[in-house]
């Protein structure tokens, strides 16, 4: 999906302002005719949006409130709808999807050292770096509709345990991927085995 300069973000303090990996991820997403798609972990909102403003049926989640008034500010000033929940992963999503993306936080403790408790929360996998993205996969089959997908950002910082957890359930592939400085980062497709 093609990033649109018309569209109108503004990042609430406490939220993950748009980086690289959004752009990354953003720029591998593609969707089908008539598909739901479901963001999670959406911040600003700015995945979502673009997926509504293309024509789709979004829903999108995220474990911060902030983040969730931040979405949805964004969607009134771009006068698109988008069904949105606070929730940790999908506790409070109910509902199958054709496409699930996420950008997840993906550094380790020991990364984010030096940073204040506001800047950890949204890029903190947790001690490896690589536990939401794990819990993640793990909850999301129930969630996948036949024949959907999953595109999930990884750094190699935090990969090797995501991958390795996908292995037993998931068949990925690398779509794009992107080097900042020492870190590569990657969008994998992920199907259902
Ligand atoms: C790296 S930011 C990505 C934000 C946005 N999708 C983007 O690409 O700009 C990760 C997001 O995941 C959210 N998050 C962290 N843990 C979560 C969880 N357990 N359940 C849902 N969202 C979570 C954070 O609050 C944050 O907004």
């Known amino acids: 999906m093609k990033l649109d300069p018309s569209m109108k973000i503004e ?46 049926r979004v829903k999108a989640a995220d474990i911060s409130l902030d983040a969730v008034e931040n979405a ?19 506790v409070k999503v109910r509902g199958i999807f054709d496409v699930i993306i996420f950008n997840p936080p ?5 990364d984010s050292e030096g940073l204040s408790e506001a800047e950890r929360r949204p890029l903190v996998g947790g001690e490896a770096g690589h536990e939401i993205s794990v819990r993640f996969l793990e909850q999301a089959p129930k969630h996948i509709a036949p024949g959907g997908r999953i595109y999930l950002l990884t750094s190699s910082e935090s990969e090797g345990g ?32």
């Open 11 to 56: 990042t609430f303090p406490g939220v993950y302002t748009p980086a690289e990996d959004t752009l990354l991820l953003l720029s591998a997403v593609k969707a089908g005719k008539g598909q739901r798609i479901l963001e999670m972990g959406c911040g600003t909102g700015i995945i979502a949006l673009h997926c509504a403003k293309a024509g789709y």
């Open 106 to 110: 993906y550094l380790s403790s020991q």
């Open 162 to 193: 995501v991958l390795e957890a996908a292995r037993s359930l998931y068949s990925a592939r690398r779509v794009a991927e992107r080097r900042i400085f020492f870190e590569l980062l990657a969008v994998w497709e992920l199907l259902l085995k």
């Open 72 to 90: 949805r500010q964004n969607a009134a000033v771009n006068a698109l709808d988008i069904d949105l929940a606070v929730s940790d992963l999908f």
